[in-house]
């Protein structure tokens, strides 16, 4: 078995609700305080993994963080028992409670970059976990998610797992979703690219005006530096920043890359031009043609990117060569992009099959496909060498599916953070899923 790409979806948790946490991010802003359905979006999610499993891909998944953090709320001064600390921060600060309870660690596309064994100068693979530091709901995702990522890649002969770079605003840093990888083959080396929204340390690169640029070329250098790349094969990409402005708040919402196609809209780098050649000198000496699958603004514009989230869009390689496009739902409602799709299917190029889901839950606070899911690309080896109560088969689907419904509520709106019944829910279901994919000791509990 040659090396394949594994998908680790981020696994919804008990707390999914519409908090408007997000600024820079439309869907999170536009449903603010709307009624979210928890037990939903974890089916919903649930779905895409039993189908891309079924299919063939493989697919494993990431457990979700214990919430609220009352360590979070605790060092800023809300103390007592739990249910004092809550009822204080529903009193006092409710966004920053809604904070300490967001479900955002769902998008796994965020939670660490990760380099295969392909790339790295030691042969392992590389894992940094994203510090997540613009926004306070995800900033204090990293310390488990560093957890989790050990537990799941705990042998060091195969896996490094770093943590989150240090947490300012130099250093900004989202993980995958602003990290794509082009090669001939999954296990062969590849360019690693990194895109980036603004500099700290160089004015000449012009941040945008409206929305912060979350991810700085800086976190980039310091990721690869700790993966060891090889700076021949390493290319940093600046994001538009007027995209960013139009609510492009992570690369994966405007370009995915797959083997050696990349597929993007035509404002999504601030120098296009510039950035394919730099993508093409990179690859030219690994024998790799870089596709480049572009679309037009006339075909497509950036508002109904955004709004249909075609590009955040999982991109994957089947066994027989060609390509499958992986999309939510809202991309086929769109007029405009889903007579984009029918024609991209309908040419000759390396696309030719289309899977869409409903995963409205999740789009609805800005996160799609590809936000739910973390690539690793591993060796048949470190396949066999991670944890494997998390990979995905039909049994685990349906134990997960029943675990869900046990224990998630079907309504959750921000003000019903304030029961503090909620939390004990969420310590329940969080024992018991420790149980059923092999890791007990995931939490603190
Ligand atoms: O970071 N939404 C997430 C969506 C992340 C999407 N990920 C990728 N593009 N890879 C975010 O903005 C909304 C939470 C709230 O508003 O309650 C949120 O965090």
Redesign the pocket.
């Known amino acids: 078995m040659p090396s394949q790409e594994c998908n680790f979806d981020g696994l919804v948790g008990p707390s999914h609700?519409?908090?408007?946490?997000?600024f820079?991010?439309v869907?999170?802003?536009s449903?603010?305080n709307s009624v979210a359905n928890p037990r939903q979006a974890a089916l919903q999610g649930l779905a895409k993994m039993r189908t891309l499993a079924e299919r063939g891909f493989a697919q494993a998944l990431l457990p979700p963080q214990r919430r609220p953090n009352f360590a979070l709320l605790r060092a800023i001064g809300f103390a007592g028992s739990d249910a004092d600390v809550i009822g204080r921060a529903t009193r006092e600060a409710p966004l920053l409670l809604?904070s300490a309870y967001?479900?955002?660690s769902m998008?796994t596309?965020?939670a660490a970059t990760v380099s295969p064994a392909a790339d790295t100068a030691d042969g392992r693979t590389h894992f940094t976990v994203a510090n997540?530091n613009s926004?306070l709901?995800?900033s204090h995702e990293h310390p488990q998610t560093l957890r989790t990522l050990q537990a799941i890649f705990h042998d060091p002969r195969y896996f490094a797992v770093h943590a989150a770079l240090p947490a300012t605003p130099a250093f900004g840093d989202?993980?995958?979703?602003n990290h794509g990888r082009l090669c001939a083959a999954h296990g062969a080396p590849g360019v690693e690219m990194f895109v980036y929204g603004r500099a700290e340390f160089d004015p000449t690169v012009l941040a945008p005006q409206r929305y912060p640029a979350?991810q700085t070329r800086e976190a980039g250098q310091a990721v690869a530096r700790l993966h060891g790349l090889a700076p021949q094969r390493t290319v940093a990409l600046q994001q538009n920043p007027d995209v960013i402005d139009q609510g492009v708040?992570?690369n994966?919402?405007i370009s995915v890359a797959n083997g050696n196609v990349l597929f993007y809209h035509e404002h999504a780098f601030a120098e296009e031009a510039a950035s394919l050649a730099a993508l093409h000198a990179a690859l030219t000496p690994l024998d790799v043609q870089l596709q480049a699958l572009r679309v037009p603004a006339s075909a497509v514009s950036v508002a109904d990117a955004v709004g249909s989230y075609l590009f955040?869009s999982q991109l994957l390689s089947r066994v027989d060569g060609r390509m499958t496009l992986v999309v939510p739902q809202e991309s086929r409602e769109n007029a405009a992009v889903s007579r984009y799709l029918e024609s991209l299917i309908a040419g000759s190029g390396p696309i030719d099959e289309l899977l869409s889901f409903d995963l409205r839950q999740?789009m609805r606070?800005?996160?799609?496909p590809?936000?739910?899911r973390l690539r690793v690309v591993l060796t048949e080896a470190e396949s066999r060498a991670m944890h494997q109560g998390v990979v995905m088969t039909a049994s685990l689907h349906d134990t997960l599916a029943d675990w869900v419904g046990r224990h998630y509520r079907d309504r959750l709106a921000?003000a019903d953070l304030a029961d503090p019944a909620l939390a004990i829910e969420i310590d329940a279901a969080l024992e018991e899923l420790g149980r059923i994919v092999g890791l007990p000791r995931l939490y603190d509990l």
């Open positions: 609700n519409y908090a408007g946490l997000s820079g991010n869907a999170s802003s449903n603010v809604a967001s479900a955002s998008w596309a965020n997540l926004k709901h995800r989202e993980g995958a979703a979350r708040f992570h994966d919402v955040n999740s606070n800005g996160g799609g590809a936000c739910l921000p």
